[in-house]
Nanobody, 129 residues
Framework: QVQLAESGGGSVQSGGSLRLSCVTS????????ISWFRQAAGEEREGVAT???????TVIEAVKGRFTISLDNAESTVYLQMDSLKPEDTATYYC???????????????????????WGQGTQVTVSS
């Protein structure tokens, strides 16, 4: 069983930064893919960044160069560092995990929400212009 708890959301002005944390329990980096998703009001949930069991990381084009996903194994925490925030980044952000084979590398399918077994409760990010 994997448990995930996000924190770190808040309200910032355009151009600002936030670091989201996903504190995990039961998550094993070599056996679970872990991803960050976001959902804006009235929109579908979309994948933002992922870390697969081979250690590779991927971010979507819309946040490339601005968002970074990282793992602190000692603290069992996955971070999403968000810099140069834009109003269109406003959303509720979730972390999610799914069991995978070791040393797997993500293809585009990592963004499919239905495959994820474990979800956190979300944290709100609001970016004002």
């Amino acid at each position: 069983q994997v448990q995930l708890a996000e924190s770190g959301g808040g309200s910032v002005q355009s151009g600002g930064s936030l670091r989201l944390s996903c504190v995990t329990s039961g998550y094993r980096p070599g056996y679970h893919r872990i991803s960050w998703f976001r959902q804006a009001a009235g929109e579908e949930r979309e994948g933002v960044a992922t870390r697969d069991t081979d250690g590779s990381v991927t971010v979507i084009e819309a946040v490339k160069g601005r968002f970074t996903i990282s793992l602190d194994n000692a603290e069992s925490t996955v971070y999403l560092q968000m810099d140069s925030l834009k109003p269109e980044d406003t959303a509720t952000y979730y972390c999610a995990a799914v069991r995978r084979k070791p040393r797997s590398r993500s293809g585009p399918g990592w963004r499919d929400t239905e495959q994820y077994t474990y979800w956190g409760q979300g944290t709100q990010v609001t970016v004002s212009s």
